[in-house]
Nanobody, 127 residues
Framework: QVQLVESGGGLVQTGGSLRLSCLAS????????MGWFRQAPGKEREFVAGISWSGTQTYYRDSVKGRFTISRDNAKRTVALQMNALKPEDTAVYYCAAHTVIINTVVVITAPDYDYWGQGTQVTVSS
């Protein structure tokens, strides 16, 4: 069983930056594609960014392209989401997720395909 713990959320003004981090613990024999999702009050959970096990493939939702960057360090078992130029509409609880893969370059963008989820970290962007 993989455990995921997010950190780095908080309150920031419009135009500011935050860096979210996700630390994975548990079995080390598997490979995982990782993703970040978010859920705002009254809205469905939505995909934000994903990264392959190799780290060479990434994918972003259109509204965060050019502002957010996902990265990973497999040796440290961490995945980060650097968020710049934040907007009030980025306000949400952000979740880290992991999907077991065999192919190193797969990026997973749909929530039901993920096997493990963190508890989430709140990001609030004030206008």
């Amino acid at each position: 069983q993989v455990q995921l713990v997010e950190s780095g959320g908080g309150l920031v003004q419009t135009g500011g930056s935050l860096r979210l981090s996700c630390l994975a613990s548990g079995p080390t024999s598997n490979k995982y594609a990782m993703g970040w999702f978010r859920q705002a009050p009254g809205k469905e959970r939505e995909f934000v960014a994903g990264i392959s096990w190799s780290g060479t493939q990434t994918y972003y939702r259109d509204s965060v392209k050019g502002r957010f960057t996902i990265s990973r360090d497999n040796a440290k078992r961490t995945v980060a989401l650097q968020m710049n130029a934040l907007k009030p509409e980025d306000t949400a609880v952000y979740y880290c997720a992991a999907h077991t893969v065999i192919i190193n370059t797969v990026v997973v963008i749909t929530a039901p395909d993920y096997d493990y989820w963190g508890q989430g970290t709140q990001v609030t962007v004030s206008s």
